[in-house]
């Protein structure tokens, strides 16, 4: 595994690779709210991914990345204008990208803005689709409400529910490692544009990104942990036809909870397409 920094304008973007072979096909891998790169270092110690470039940057104001000089900085689409310029900057053509949770909602708005037609696959792992899984934003939503914002996330957030409960999981333990290089300032912004973006529209289903996810016309794919996904998420899915695959037992991170069942099924469903 390689690491690098790319600036962007007076930021520096950090990211994990495998060297980057204008002839191979490109992963591109995007974390969550609190998240890093540290949730997608799996890929690279298996062999059958050498055959991919594999990207895996922090977004800005997470994991080893810089942070934003305004709250701006943090905004989807400065998140997604960073991603599509380090796509630029590594002259990639062909790729595939795998989001995560918040990630997926980025991969979403990036997959629906792709004029060149560079983007071939999309998997969206536990993404938000719906109101319906907005667990962590909607409770820091209520704490910035309450103006209790910092006790909340170290006391109840970080302490209570990431190391104490969800501790006992590989995924949580790597989740704690990231929450103590992001920056309170993204994780408040992004949680807020979580909410706004998944609860803007009327209707049964109130998700402004679950609307344009659907509408992504190229090979995609949904991938949940059945101990997670709020059953109204899986008939939002069910009524528009959209592929899954589901992880039994697994919760909100299967790629980590279960990585070799999750790998072995990503590495095949990508030859699939081929």
């Avoid at 905004?75 to 380090?86: F, G, P």
């Avoid at 528009?240 to 992880?247: E, G, K, Q, S, V």
């Amino acid at each position: 595994m390689n690491e690098a920094y790319l600036r962007i304008d007076d930021k520096l973007m950090y990211c994990r690779h495998n060297g980057v072979d204008p002839k191979r096909t490109s992963l591109l891998f995007v974390h969550g709210l609190g998240d890093s790169g540290l949730s997608f270092e799996d890929p690279f110690k298996y062999k059958n991914f050498n055959r991919y470039n594999i990207i895996v940057p922090d977004l800005i104001g997470y994991g080893r990345s810089s942070g934003s000089i305004n709250k701006r900085g943090y905004s989807y689409s400065a998140h997604v204008k960073n991603l599509r310029r380090l796509i630029k900057e590594l002259d990639i053509k062909n790729l595939i990208v795998i989001g995560h949770s918040m990630g997926g909602d980025l991969t979403t708005l990036l997959c629906v803005s792709d004029p060149d037609g560079i983007i071939k696959k999309y998997v969206c792992i536990e993404g938000d689709v719906t109101q319906y899984d907005l667990t962590i934003s909607r409770a820091a939503m209520k704490a910035i409400e309450k103006d209790r914002f910092d006790t909340w996330y170290e006391n109840d957030f970080k302490t209570k529910l990431v190391w104490n409960k969800l501790g006992e999981l590989r995924s949580g333990k790597i989740y704690y490692a990231s929450l103590a290089f992001c920056r309170k300032t993204a994780f408040i912004e992004n949680a807020k544009e979580l909410v706004k973006r998944n609860t803007s529209l009327d209707g049964k289903y109130k998700s402004e990104i679950g609307k344009k996810f659907v509408s992504i016309n190229i090979p995609k794919i949904f991938c949940y942990g059945t101990a997670s996904l709020a059953k109204s998420t899986l008939k939002f899915l069910e009524e528009n036809n959209i592929p899954t695959r589901a992880f039994k037992g697994a919760g909100h991170c299967p790629m980590t909870d279960c990585s070799d069942q999750f790998y072995k099924f990503l590495y095949e469903w990508i030859k699939s397409k081929e």
